[in-house]
């Protein structure tokens, strides 16, 4: 299984930015699908974005304003996040290894590798 560790969290004003960092290791990376979900209080995980292993990327509807990206060759996958709101504020998680048919349709269950998750708070 890929090990996962996410990075760069926090607290930001609603209409600020955070760039999320998820570094991989313990298998190659470079021929994974890539993905982010979050979780907010009392929810089922969501998708968010996600960026196969040539670039492509798919995004879930409500996130317009945020941007995946990868570099192979620091085995690394990022999520820009510009103008939040409050209700952005979840727990994000990096996945992996994505076992599905439709990554613009992608739900939890299709990822088979996942990092702890890091807290997004967005004040208003």
């Known amino acids: 299984q890929v090990q996962l560790v996410e990075s760069g969290g926090g607290l930001v004003p609603a209409g600020g930015s955070l760039r999320l960092s998820c570094a991989a290791s313990?298998?190659?990376?470079?021929?994974?699908?890539m993905g982010w979900f979050r979780q907010l209080p009392g929810k089922e995980r969501e998708f968010v974005a996600a960026?196969?292993?040539?670039?492509?990327t798919y995004y879930a509807d409500s996130v317009g304003r945020f941007t995946i990206s990868r570099d192979n060759a620091a085995n690394t996958v990022t999520l820009l996040m510009n103008s939040l709101k409050p209700e952005d504020t979840a727990v994000y998680y990096c996945?992996?290894?994505?076992?599905?048919?439709?990554?613009?349709?992608?739900?939890?269950?299709?990822?088979?590798?996942w990092g702890q998750g890091i807290q997004v708070t967005v004040s208003s």
């Open positions: 996945a992996a290894e994505f076992l599905g048919r439709y990554l613009g349709a992608a739900t939890a269950a299709d990822f088979r590798s």
């Open positions: 313990g298998r190659t990376f470079t021929r994974y699908t």
């Open positions: 960026i196969r292993a040539i670039g492509d």
